[in-house]
């Protein structure tokens, strides 16, 4: 994922996971009609509601209930997709940077809207919709380290020793 195509793959993450849920939430019913009936069971329930089925090809009630399980698949599978990339966008981290606990965050802006913002662009309408940020608060190559503080202070001590200073020219000989 790079800078220009994050948002539109967080976007897709967070709408495939809706849609997905959706999908199965709203089949479930028929969808557990359609196991009891292929299974055979549905003598011994009593349940007036499989009599539907009794004219549907099986056919067709096993490509719903393989889209039912397809829908499944899809809320498994990107729920904690959203999970993890929820927290590491508020951070303003990347799944790596997540790993490193050895030294506090450079580029935490301070609150969780304006790591967002680092993603989305500055709040507005288009943060729901998959085009580019239309105010970018970054140009994709260099991007703003969090504000001064205890953390960039810190962050300033174990990096440069407390001041940031050019390395003693080494000695070195020209060749001739």
């Known amino acids: 994922v790079r800078f220009k195509n994050h948002k539109l793959f967080f976007l897709l993450v967070i709408y495939t996971c809706l849609a997905s849920i959706l999908a199965f939430f709203t089949m479930l ?3 557990l009609l359609c196991v009891v ?3 055979g069971v549905e003598a011994g329930l009593g ?3 499989i009599m539907r089925f009794q ?3 099986k056919t067709d009630v096993l490509a719903f209930l393989v889209s039912g399980l397809l829908s499944l698949f899809f809320v498994l599978l990107f729920t904690p997709m959203v999970c993890m990339h ?4 508020m951070r303003n981290t990347t799944a790596i940077e ?3 606990v050895n030294m506090p965050n450079p580029f935490d802006q301070g609150s969780r809207v304006a790591n967002v ?3 989305f662009g500055k709040c507005g309408p288009d943060w729901v919709l998959p085009v580019g940020p239309l105010r970018p608060t970054s140009d994709g190559i260099s991007f703003a380290s969090g504000p001064p503080g205890k953390d960039a202070d810190a962050l300033n001590e174990l990096l440069f020793g407390g001041e940031w200073q050019l390395p003693p020219p080494e000695n070195t000989e020209e060749i001739h």
């Not at 929820?86 to 966008?89: N, S, V």
Request: proline share 9%; glycine share 0%.
């Open 29 to 31: 019913p028929e969808f």
């Open 37 to 39: 009936y292929l299974s």
């Open 47 to 49: 349940l007036e509601a």
């Open 55 to 57: 004219n549907t090809r």
């Open 86 to 89: 929820i927290p590491l966008a």
């Open 98 to 100: 997540s790993n490193y």
């Open 117 to 119: 913002a680092q993603i």
